[in-house]
């Protein structure tokens, strides 16, 4: 979840070039930041509660800096308790992404042997950690490696940890489980959470595997395994990404240009994709169980799936839900395929999915928007998403090129493929209508209508039922409305109880065996004062309102997922909340 930035070299203000770093990790979910740099063998440090977009900083002129974005887990969000986080003797800064499980022994143990803990941080204890073993560790070129290694074998739970040695001039990371790479620039180098912080400047990346420390100094970057303390040889990487990609352009925030990515992303996808399907199809085929899972939205495009694989190829798959996988793996083993899905490539819940799978000997397939990210090096055979970098914490284009490849897939195993990459092509042509025009307007104008309201419910069926908490999920993450996805026979289970004159229902209408039904539910809901809006091809008699979106075929499905995402931007933008970076919320998910 939180950012880390990092840099070493000859650029006189690294400061100011960490900071900017920091503005490009935003996206990751953060409460306060802080920058160290040194000043005379010691860390001066700006730590600030709040927002960096607009920030300055003036701490002195240096070769050598460490930044964070923190989203708070130990501790409450102060200055104080803002990365980085300081020794006894401001020699050390260290910054920390993760949790640290063993907090309160570590914190009881080095409270009596005398250090003076300013902040309720588990990031802290590492700092002083890492003191005490400096002081121990034998002299040479690598003794702030060693005594962070050391230091870090110390630490239970997944996490990624940096610190500067102000003295020395070094830098020294070391991870298991949140994301750290390396960049390789002309005037130095530089250490990041995300690849995409990097492209400022340079596009030649190294990777930190688990396991693995990196150390480095302005003269050059040495990477280490950490059980065997062995320097090991550096895979470096070629980012593909421009640096426009990462920008927002003409667009009023990341949320408006990545909903209008998706038409291109699709299109692509048709051509682009077909040999990554194929693969997976024949993979699918050869399981004797498949396994889809995934987390919020990935979890509902997984969901969505499962009905897809069912009514295009004739193939029981089983979604679950990433993080409740455990209670399911027993049942695994080598002719098992676990299908993995992740924006990031670097959500906990999956990866421990993945790992538990691995154990038991079941293959693995990764659909990830991001190349090198773990989930992408830890299975057998990846699928990129393509969908380029997504900075917007909701998912959008990403979600729906999770639902294209998946799509394509069941038709590959149908012997379809020509029909499914039409109806693609189709999907996008529609999503660019109800971008612009009438169909917008008439989103806007739901939007005016349903702002006042704290509740809201979403039905549907089939694959539209998780398509309904898909739904959901977009409009309470981004405007805070009180929103609930259900399967449409659920209503008279208890559901109805909530429906008072008046409440805003959408129902997921499509033209399929489900529509029928589908309608009945909206009846039975308009009969109790619920007001009624339609995500349908045509205007229905159910409806106060109808969200149109137009009969493409198989990638319906997909187009219907576009109205949820424009209707939670713009109740968004009518109460004042920023649609990129919802409150307490992060797009990289790295810790339980």
């Known amino acids: 979840m939180c950012g880390i930035f990092g840099y070493m070299g000859e650029h006189p203000n690294a400061a100011e070039l960490v900071l900017t770093g920091l503005k490009r990790l935003e996206y990751r979910g953060y409460d306060s930041w802080g920058i160290a740099v040194s000043n005379d063998g010691h860390a001066a440090v700006d730590k600030r509660v709040g927002k960096i977009g607009d920030a300055t900083t003036v701490l002195p002129l240096s070769h050598m800096a460490l930044g964070h974005t923190r989203w708070a887990t130990h501790g409450q969000v102060t200055d104080e308790n803002a990365h980085p986080q300081l020794d006894c003797g401001a020699r050390l800064a260290v910054v920390h992404n993760g949790i640290v499980a063993n907090e309160a022994q570590l914190r009881h143990a080095l409270s009596r042997a005398g250090h003076r803990l300013r902040s309720q941080t588990d990031t802290e204890l590492i700092a002083h950690l890492i003191e005490d073993l400096l002081e121990q560790a034998p002299e040479g070129p690598e003794r702030l490696l060693h005594a962070t290694i050391a230091a870090f074998r110390k630490l239970r739970g997944l996490n990624a940890i940096t610190v500067l040695d102000m003295r020395r001039g070094e830098m020294v990371a070391a991870k298991s489980g949140s994301p750290l790479c390396v960049g390789y620039a002309e005037s130095g180098f530089l250490l990041a959470s995300d690849h995409a912080a990097l492209l400022d400047h340079t596009r030649r990346v190294c990777f930190v595997r688990d396991g693995q420390a990196v150390l480095l100094k302005r003269t050059g970057a040495r990477l280490f395994d950490m059980a065997s303390g062995q320097e090991v040889s550096q895979e470096i990487s070629t980012l593909e990404w421009q640096l426009t990609a990462v920008d927002r352009g003409s667009h009023p925030d990341f949320m408006t240009k990545e909903m209008r990515e998706q038409p291109g992303v699709l299109r692509n996808l048709s051509e682009s994709a077909l040999p990554f399907v194929k693969e997976l199809a024949a993979r699918v085929e050869h399981a004797q169980d498949v396994y889809l899972i995934g987390c919020g939205s990935s979890g509902h495009a997984a969901h969505a799936a499962q009905y897809m694989f069912a009514s295009i190829a004739g193939r029981r798959v089983q979604y679950v839900n990433a993080s409740e996988f455990s209670h399911l793996y027993p049942f695994l083993g080598p002719r098992s395929l676990v299908v993995a899905l992740s924006q990031s490539g670097e959500t906990v819940d999956v990866l421990d999915a993945v790992r538990a799978a691995q154990q038991r000997g079941a293959g693995v397939v990764a659909l990830t928007n991001v190349e090198g990210s773990t989930l992408w090096r830890s299975a057998d055979f990846h699928v990129p998403l393509r969908a380029g970098p997504e900075r917007c914490v909701l998912a959008t284009k990403s979600f729906s ?78 405007s805070y409305i009180h929103a609930e996805g259900f399967a449409g026979g659920e209503l008279k289970h208890g559901v109805m109880a909530l429906i008072e004159p008046g409440t805003p229902c959408v129902v997921l209408a499509l033209p399929d ?26 205007p229905l008699p159910a409806f106060e309102h109808t969200i149109r979106v137009q009969d493409v075929g198989p990638a319906t499905l997909i187009t219907a997922s576009v109205p949820a995402q424009l209707l939670g931007y713009e109740l968004a933008r009518l109460r004042g909340h920023d649609p990129d970076m919802p409150r307490n919320l992060a797009k990289s998910v790295t810790v339980k």
């Open 401 to 478: 090129a999770q639902l294209a490849l998946l799509m394509l897939t069941a038709h590959a195993m149908r012997g379809d493929l020509d029909n499914a990459r039409k109806s693609l092509c189709r999907a996008a042509e529609d999503i660019e209508r109800l971008l612009s025009g009438p169909a917008r307007e008439e989103l806007q104008s739901i939007a005016q209508s349903v702002q006042a309201h704290d509740h809201l419910f979403v039905l549907g069926r089939g694959a539209c039922h998780p398509l309904a908490m898909e739904t959901a999920l977009k409009i309470k993450e981004v």
């Open 513 to 538: 065996d489900t529509q029928s039904d589908s309608l009945a539910n909206a009846m039975q809901v308009k009969a109790r004062g619920g007001s009624m809006i339609g995500v349908a091809p045509e």
